[in-house]
């Protein structure tokens, strides 16, 4: 069975120092690399938050809060500090991450008009990222998923995943919640494990 590992958004703005770090972001990353070093991936897959300035889930572009949201495009949208604008430093993979076994990067969040915290499609599931395409036509059927945020873009790529028939598993060493909400990791694990994920370690 063939197997890939994504990694999810590891970005200077998600962690320490960042523009929306995630509390103990930098810790995953040699989890991370360890799994590199340690396994036999037949893919491993880079998901980048690539956010167009103007972009409509950026406080700072609706005259809002953050933490506040709205209805964009008929979903809720909660308000992002500026992040991961396309070209700057923080949307650059921080620089202890390992890449140098990275077979392919999907960029998401790329349509000014919808944010897309998954992997494989934009949060109203109009567009997918090509990621789906990708693992199918290299056969692979397992996933492995670790990186940030766990209760964001972490959890809809491990949901996305399963809904696209893989055998998912996510690292829970790998990942970190943002945790808006205390209880939104924790949640967002039950979640997952209710759709079928499988939590490792």
């Given at each position: 069975?063939?197997?890939a590992?994504i990694?999810?958004?590891?970005?200077?703005?998600?962690?320490?120092?960042?523009?929306?770090?995630v509390?103990?972001?930098?810790?995953?990353?040699p989890?991370?690399?360890?799994l590199?070093?340690?396994?036999?991936?037949d893919?491993?897959?880079?998901?980048q938050?690539?956010h167009?300035?103007?972009?409509k889930?950026?406080?700072?572009?609706?005259?809002?809060?953050v933490?506040e949201?709205?209805i964009?495009?008929?979903v809720?949208?909660?308000?992002w500090?500026?992040?991961?604008?396309?070209?700057?430093?923080?949307?650059?993979?921080?620089?202890?991450?390992?890449?140098?076994?990275?077979?392919?990067?999907?960029?998401?969040?790329?349509?000014?008009?919808?944010?897309?915290?998954?992997?494989?499609?934009d949060?109203?599931?109009?567009?997918?990222t090509?990621?789906?395409?990708?693992?199918?036509?290299?056969?692979?059927?397992?996933?492995?998923?670790?990186?940030?945020?766990m209760?964001?873009?972490?959890?809809?790529?491990?949901?996305?995943?399963?809904?696209?028939?893989?055998i998912?598993?996510l690292?829970?060493?790998?990942?970190?919640?943002?945790?808006v909400?205390?209880?939104?990791?924790?949640d967002?694990i039950?979640?997952?494990?209710?759709?079928?994920?499988?939590?490792?370690g």
């Amino acid at each position: 069975m063939k197997k890939a590992l994504i990694i999810v958004d590891v970005q200077n703005d998600f962690c320490e120092g960042g523009a929306l770090a995630v509390p103990e972001a930098n810790e995953v990353i040699p989890y991370i690399n360890a799994l590199m070093e340690e396994n036999e991936y037949d893919q491993i897959v880079l998901t980048q938050d690539w956010h167009p300035a103007n972009h409509k889930s950026f406080a700072s572009n609706n005259g809002k809060n953050v933490g506040e949201s709205i209805i964009l495009n008929g979903v809720p949208q909660f308000m992002w500090p500026d992040h991961c604008i396309q070209g700057t430093f923080g949307a650059e993979f921080h620089k202890d991450l390992n890449r140098d076994k990275v077979t392919h990067i999907i960029q998401k969040g790329k349509n000014t008009e919808i944010d897309s915290y998954s992997g494989f499609q934009d949060n109203n599931h109009f567009m997918k990222t090509g990621l789906d395409d990708f693992l199918k036509y290299h056969d692979i059927q397992l996933l492995e998923i670790v990186g940030l945020a766990m209760d964001y873009c972490v959890k809809f790529t491990c949901l996305d995943a399963v809904a696209n028939g893989y055998i998912t598993c996510l690292h829970f060493n790998g990942t970190r919640a943002v945790n808006v909400k205390p209880d939104n990791g924790r949640d967002a694990i039950y979640e997952m494990i209710q759709k079928g994920v499988t939590v490792l370690g």
